[in-house]
């Protein structure tokens, strides 16, 4: 029976060969980075092979596959064909990762001055001996200074897989800064993007704080930068039902405090739950008591399984003036109090507080994770609590 033909070009299959044989030397002295470098590699060899032969469909489309099987019989586990499209997909995602200086360079080692040989009958450029390997751009990348898209040694290939599926690339940008200025591991980043982060902060900001968060990440600079709305808190299990009560949501959260801080996001740190104040023998109790450490203050939490009321705002604004008059210490701002609830009347809010709003705030949770759809909803009913309020100002004038 006459063997069938392989599909796989020498030259394609020798320098696969070559990374692979380079990422081995060198796996012990950066594991994570020399994987990524390594993916992006071969996913940039797959592409310019596919390329090379875009006027052939079928070898196009079987470039992925017959290399595999070469790579298999060659003892080269975990690049299966699925793997191998993750390659072409991360090289697609990222094409300037090792910066693009070091990526013009890498280009101009393997690229053929003149017109390409016929596909299967020579070697492509240059020979798999004088590819620019994974250790020399793993040296270059380190001294070129980094941005979003760019190599970084705190993201790991399982980083990098959760990140190829944010398709908006400020948004992807935005989960590559907070990674690593956050230090969040592979499932803490694929959480935060599950739940939308980046377009709960961005609702609020217009189109300049909004690239500020794809170029600076998130960046404390007042009370509001603190918080989000919705806070989702899905990782507690519990029904979104009337019949909870708050001691239960409040014992949730304690139980699950390390998940309810990566919520909260940065700068928060626990101080006390059911905190105490006594006022002329009659006591007051603070459901959660936080230190923002970045603004440098005390924010008070209080936690309603029902609707928002105007009580619920007058007792928020009785606990911070009590922190501002009795706890506070040299150095420390003024205190901040955020309710969450189930739902809230945010024209109402406005009109309660006046000009306390600076101080205390109101936030939605809610116990699954959120769709863009359900943001966009959440959007178009706050313009629509907004606008009897702006067509009245526009009266008054």
């Known amino acids: 029976m006459k063997k069938k033909a392989s599909l796989t070009t020498p030259a394609i299959f020798d320098r696969v060969q070559v990374i692979l044989d380079s990422a081995q030397a060198h796996a012990a002295r950066s594991v994570n980075t020399t994987q990524v470098v390594t993916n992006w590699m071969i996913g940039r060899e797959i592409v310019e092979e596919q390329q090379q032969g875009r006027r052939k469909t079928e ?58 040989p016929e596909i299967g009958h020579a070697l492509r450029g240059k020979s798999p001996e004088s590819l620019i390997l994974v250790p020399q751009i793993i040296e270059a990348a380190r001294q070129a200074e980094w941005q979003p898209g760019r190599l970084h040694s705190s993201l ?46 961005a609702k609020s900001r217009d189109k300049k704080g909004v690239m500020k968060l794809a170029t600076k990440g998130q960046e404390i600079q007042q009370a509001a930068d603190a918080f989000k709305d919705p806070v989702v808190i899905e990782f507690l299990g519990l029904p ?27 700068g928060f740190a626990f101080v006390a739950r059911q905190e105490r104040l006594t006022l002329e023998g009659d006591h007051f109790y603070v459901d959660l008591v936080f230190y ?76 699954h994770l959120p ?21 009245r100002k526009r009266k008054s004038r």
Request: proline share 3%; glycine share 4%.
């Open 59 to 116: 070898y196009g489309e079987k470039v992925i596959s017959s290399l595999a099987a070469k790579l298999r019989e060659e003892g080269r586990s975990g690049y299966g064909e699925l793997m191998l499209k993750l390659c072409r997909q991360f090289y697609l995602s990222y094409p300037e990762l090792p910066g693009q200086q070091i990526g013009y360079a890498l280009r101009n080692q393997s690229r053929p001055a003149s017109k390409a």
């Open 292 to 367: 923002h450490t970045i603004l440098k203050c005390y924010v008070l939490i209080d936690i309603k399984v029902r609707k928002l009321t105007h009580q619920d705002l007058g007792q928020m604004q009785l606990y911070v003036n009590y922190y501002d008059r009795e706890r506070l210490t040299p150095g420390d701002n003024p205190t901040l109090g955020l309710i969450l609830c189930t739902d809230k009347n945010d024209t109402a809010v406005k009109y309660t507080l006046g000009t306390d709003q600076k101080n205390i705030f109101a936030s939605r949770y809610q116990f």
């Open 240 to 266: 979104e039902s009337h019949r909870l009560v708050e001691t239960k949501v409040e014992e949730a959260l304690i139980t699950n405090l390390k998940d309810f801080l990566l919520e909260l996001g940065k």
């Open 371 to 391: 769709s863009e759809e359900d943001l966009a909803a959440e959007i178009r009913r706050e313009l629509a609590e907004l606008q009897p309020e702006q067509m």
């Open 156 to 201: 790991s290939w399982t980083h990098y897989r959760t990140l190829m599926r944010v398709s908006n690339l400020p948004a992807r940008a935005f989960y590559e800064i907070e990674a690593i200025q956050q230090n969040w591991k592979a499932r803490e980043l694929e959480r935060q993007i599950n739940s939308l982060l980046f377009e709960r902060l």
